[in-house]
């Protein structure tokens, strides 16, 4: 800093001031501070500097699962909307693991960063007390911990699997199968979406049907493709399928073609998140964009607020995204005038 200061022909207290963006910093000044800094290829003490001030401008993204594209792209959106803030971003993979994930949430590196942003899969609401016990800012992301001590960022599972079920069934399908459900569960994902194909056949006077309920172990391509063969084995009619994540849907496409049932025509298919690769796909999937972005957005600017402020205590808030149905090839309608009457 004393070489930077001596060639830029400014304090020491200036190229600070240029470094930490400090926005009292006239224009001229600013540039030949940068220009001094390029010429000498000079790079701050992350480590001193946030020992002198407390932060390190590091955020943590704890997810179950980078294999999962949802969580991919997820990261990907987390680390654009912090770098937009001047933030960094370390991702960390909890992998469906309860232990692992108390260790992310209290152990050692939690002093590397400044806050968290932590989809919660292992704990559930009876672990709401170990979100007050931590000193780091902690912002929750996904379908666990309601009303927990802390902001809550999710997506509307139930309202997306409804209107992604009302679109099959306005096409005349009747036989629609819930793919990817996880028997006994209520708070999670799998949860909550199957709430919202029950309202779909509900409002549309059709009969819940168990038979129709296909669960989904882990929600990867080749859990899906297990799952279809499996039930294809148990020869139950069936002309659409509801998958509660876009994986499980493209395995499941990739055993219903190799067994000759034709997409759309046979069967419809839709599912959820809204996946790069669903555009591409043959026949292309049309899925719910649950809102990843605005996620992302949200997440990073509440957790923000919280760093911000440690010694205020700020209510705990909820925000939920908003959804779009993307239709694609592999649930266009056959028959325009199919509608139920």
Known sequence: MHDVARIAGVSIKTVSNVINDFPHVR????ARVNKAIDELGYQPNLSARGLRSGRTGVISLIVPDIRNAYFSELADAVMRAAEARGLSVIIEQAGYNRDRELLLLRGPRTQLVDGILYSALALGEDDASVLNSLRTPVVLLGERIFNGPTDHVTMQNIEGVQAATEHLLSQGRRRVVAFGAHPGEEIGSAGLRLV?????????????????????????????????????ARNIPFDGIVA?????????????????????????????????????????????????????????????????????????REHLTAFRLIERESSTPIHPAAAPK
């Open 27 to 30: 224009a001229e000044t600013r």
């Open 244 to 316: 509660f994540n876009d994986l499980i849907a493209l395995g499941a496409m990739r055993v219903m073609q190799e067994a000759g049932i034709r997409i759309p025509r046979d069967v419809a298919v839709i599912g959820f998140d809204d996946i790069d690769e669903t555009k591409y796909t043959l026949p292309s999937l049309s899925s719910i964009d649950p809102g990843r972005e605005e996620i992302a957005e949200v997440a990073v600017e509440y957790l923000i607020e919280r760093i911000a402020r440690p010694a205020t205590p700020l209510p705990p």
């Open 196 to 232: 919202g194909y029950q309202r779909a056949l509900a409002n549309a006077g059709i009969e819940f049907d168990e038979a129709l309920i296909c669960p989904v172990d882990q929600w990867l391509r080749a859990d899906g493709a297990t799952a279809m063969r499996d039930y294809l």
